[in-house]
């Protein structure tokens, strides 16, 4: 069982009129602008899982500052669920900074069958991820309704590449301070944080924080999958940002990883099964 925890998948009518989106928000622009920045339907994305023997995939659209287009993504999804239901588990975009208005959209996402939150984009959407005041209500909401959040994060350091943002690891670490009890998965390795959870006062927090490798080859050395595999074997969620990155480039980088094949296999797959709560245990290792 192998499970793609972060993919994202665009409304054909999007695709179509990609320049007038481009104008509508900054941030998909920021992202989206170049030509050669992909965006793909479902139907792409489940011949890439057929070819690549991804099982199931964690699916959302873009986390957009409008929630009026939040919510036409999250129908999109919604319908792609309904249209494969044994291969995606659908999570619904909202903008924190909409309040009420974000909550709604939640319950309604939880009513159509998603199962989690995000992907968050606070730097797009314009909150902080550690201000308490925005986020209590989402938090509640997920909460309320056993759903997962999921936030984009960025390093500190290192190069700049479009969307990078300013999720680091000093405000997950506040996050999960103020909200300890949530299931959160931190994009993109959590921006590093998964190397804070070395320091005992940091680990004694993050019981409930999760690490997706999304675009880990643009960011890491593929040293970072032994690595975690030592120290947060049960916190690590296979995960690509499809279509930004292939299913068979991050598999093939994990199986080349020196690590016990039952490690590997949760990481795959067994952990996000545990994460996302899908039924009985099945049998990875």
């Known amino acids: ?33 170049s030509p050669k920045a992909r965006l793909c339907p479902v139907e792409e994305l ?21 929630i009026g287009l939040c919510r036409q993504d999250n129908d999109y999804v919604m319908e792609a669920v309904a249209r494969y239901p044994d291969r ?17 959209e939640i319950e309604r996402c939880a009513a159509g069958g998603l199962r989690g939150v995000g992907e968050l984009m606070p730097d797009g959407q ?58 959160l998965v931190c994009a993109h390795w959590g921006g590093g944080t998964v190397f804070y959870e070395l320091m005992p006062e940091v680990a004694r927090i993050m019981h409930h924080v999760y690490y997706d490798t999304a675009a880990s080859p643009l ?14 074997p049960g916190k690590v969620l296979f995960a690509t940002d499809f279509p ?13 990883a020196r690590m016990p094949t039952a490690t590997l296999r949760r990481m795959l797959g067994g952990n996000a099964w545990r994460v996302l709560k899908l039924g009985e245990p099945r049998p990875f290792s």
Not at 145 to 166: F, N, R
Not at 219 to 232: K, N, S
Not at 244 to 256: D, G, W
């Open 126 to 183: 314009g909150y902080s991820f550690d201000d308490e005041r925005t986020m209590a209500p989402i938090v509640e909401a997920a909460m309320a309704h056993d759903m997962v959040l999921l936030t984009h994060c960025s390093e500190p350091v290192g190069h700049i590449y479009p969307g990078k943002g300013a999720v680091t690891p000093d405000k997950i670490i506040r996050f999960a301070q103020r909200f300890p009890e949530v299931t």
């Open 88 to 104: 995606l588990i659908g999570f619904a975009v909202v903008n924190p900074g909409a309040g009420d208005e974000a909550v709604r």
């Open 244 to 256: 930004l990155i292939s299913h068979e480039r991050v598999i093939r980088q994990m199986e080349a």
């Open 1 to 33: 069982m192998i499970i793609d925890f972060h993919v994202h998948i665009t409304a054909p009518e999007v695709i179509a009129r990609r320049d007038e989106y481009l104008e509508r928000d900054a941030w998909f622009r920021e992202l989206y602008a």
């Open 219 to 232: 960011l890491y050395q593929t040293d970072i999958f032994e690595l975690a595999a030592r120290w947060v």
């Open 46 to 66: 489940i011949a890439a899982m057929e070819r690549d023997h991804v099982d199931r995939a964690v699916v959302f659209g873009f986390g957009w500052r409008d």
